[in-house]
């Protein structure tokens, strides 16, 4: 994985929420959780696995509605911040923080409903096998995100701490294939680069994001976003 050590980091973990989801990034945030719960609708008593949860941002949100929810992630200080916000959240389901790696699931076949992974396959150095490992722990469904190749992300992609895999649409389709799982849906979205929502305050990047939902409806802009939000089934 790229930027294990950057990313386990005590002080990245502390500043990670503040840094991406604060000002306008609050804006990336409530999209992306958007695109967790209308794939996997209806959360409730559903059986979740998230891989590199990080500091809990949907494992909280999925179990406050009902889910019982596993969030692993290799980083203890990711971890920690996780712990942290349930302290004073009342869930309906079940929540459980597991430090393990993503290559090697401790889990047996087949033992979740759903697995996802948000904000992970950027950093994956053999995306395949990883998605073949969560094949093999999911009985129905798994939903994931990628940065795409031809986007404004891959202007700057170079400067990011710990540099990100970009993706073509033909390239998933390929991992898709290989894993034998079966495409429902996909998303796309942000075609103005994260880094320019996350620098500017809520106020300047909400009519910016007006613009961009706008002009993301062009059919002519898919291969343009970003990310894609994937919504697949295991065969």
């Not at 409530?30 to 990080?54: Q, S």
């Not at 998605?131 to 009985?139: A, C, F, G, H, K």
């Not at 996350?198 to 898919?222: C, F, H, M, Q």
Request: charge should be negative; charged fraction near 30%; hydrophobic fraction near 40%.
């Amino acid at each position: 994985m790229k930027g294990q050590e950057w990313y386990q980091a005590d002080d990245v973990a502390e500043e990670y929420d503040d840094k991406r989801f604060s000002q306008g990034g609050q804006l990336i945030d409530r999209r992306e959780k958007e695109a967790v719960l209308e794939a996997i609708m209806p959360v409730e008593d559903r059986n979740i696995l998230e891989i590199a949860c990080g500091t809990g941002r949907f494992t909280v949100m999925l179990a406050e509605q009902g889910a019982d929810v596993v969030g692993l992630d290799i980083s203890a200080a990711m971890l920690q911040q996780g712990r942290k916000k349930t302290k004073n959240v009342e869930l309906e389901g079940t929540l459980e923080f597991l430090r393990g790696d993503a290559g090697r699931l401790p889990f047996p076949d087949d033992h979740f409903d759903t697995v996802i992974a948000m904000r992970f396959f950027h950093l994956a150095d053999d995306p395949e096998a990883f998605l073949t490992e969560m094949r093999r722990v999911s009985s129905d469904q798994i939903v994931f995100d990628t940065f795409n190749r031809f986007s404004a992300r891959s202007i700057y992609n170079w400067a990011l701490p710990m540099g990100s895999r970009l993706y073509s649409k033909s390239e998933v389709s390929v991992l898709l294939a290989k894993t034998e799982l079966t495409l429902v849906d996909v998303e796309d979205d942000f075609l103005a680069p994260y880094g320019l929502y996350r620098s500017i305050p809520n106020g300047l990047a909400s009519p910016i994001r007006t613009v961009d939902e706008t002009i993301g409806k062009l059919p002519v802009t898919d291969h343009l976003a970003s990310v894609s939000y994937w919504d697949t089934r295991v065969r």
